[in-house]
């Protein structure tokens, strides 16, 4: 796990997103960590694998065979944003990822923008001087999103 205690410290609030990522809110979710490439953002949630009856344009699988998973949201067969959080693990038949994390901008591909959460040092986060604030995933308010160009 990598620490980078002077970025934590660079931070006044720290957004600690929380509860479930659903195809509800998951635009939200995936648009306000988008828009915080190279901030450290707390992520304490949940999320179900999609299957053949899910909305056109939301996926929710496994990463690879030893962990993780990516969030994807598009919209029609054009765009949209990409999440991968590669220390995810899966409990009681969801997804869970519960740390701390730099947003980084990780490229396009097919039109989808994708960001990686990068673990950071928990306790780097907890004992700097930024505030925590817990938000719900059912509470993001929407985003205009920010636009990163390779």
Do not use: C
């Not at 505030?131 to 993001?140: C, F, G, N, P, Q």
């Not at 308010?141 to 390779?150: N, Y």
Request: hydrophobic share 40%; charged share 20%.
């Amino acid at each position: 796990m990598t620490s980078n205690p002077a970025l934590a410290q660079s931070q006044s609030v720290v957004p600690v997103f929380t509860g479930e990522v659903t195809y509800e809110n998951s635009e939200r979710f995936t648009v306000a960590l988008a828009n915080r490439v190279d901030t450290i953002v707390g992520v304490q949630v949940t999320v179900d694998p999609t299957n053949a009856s899910s909305p056109d344009g939301y996926l929710v699988d496994g990463i690879s065979d030893s962990g993780g998973v990516y969030i994807s949201r598009t919209e029609g067969r054009m765009g949209g944003i990409q999440i991968n959080a590669r220390d995810a693990y899966w409990r009681h038949g969801s997804y869970v990822i519960d740390g701390f994390y730099v947003v980084k901008y990780g490229g396009m591909g097919q039109g989808i923008m994708g960001y990686q959460l990068q673990p950071v040092d928990e306790a780097a986060v907890r004992l700097s001087p930024a505030r925590l604030v817990e938000v719900d995933a059912d509470a993001i308010l929407f985003e205009a999103q920010a636009a990163t160009a390779d």
